[in-house]
């Protein structure tokens, strides 16, 4: 009866990831572009934009997702 009983495969992600998959698909590339570009968003100026626009994701999170120290790229 319980053959082949195995758990769900579950994916997690961070804020970032959150934020970008409840937008739609033009304002993804948007984000994502940013997101892609350290150099001209920095994390807290980035954070902070978003906030103005009703998006709340904080610089710690834009930081992490960066770095891919998130839970979007750990590996289970």
């Known amino acids: 009866m319980l ?4 758990p769900p495969v579950r994916q997690f992600s961070c804020k970032a990831k959150t934020v970008l998959n409840g937008l739609d698909s033009k304002d993804q590339k948007v984000l ?4 892609l570009s350290p150099d001209v968003w920095g994390a807290r100026t980035l954070s902070t934009e978003l906030k103005k626009r009703g998006l709340l994701l904080s610089d710690n999170a834009i930081s992490n997702h960066r770095k891919k120290t998130c839970a979007c790229f750990r590996v289970n």
């Open 3 to 6: 053959e082949g009983l195995t």
């Open 32 to 35: 994502e572009q940013a997101l």
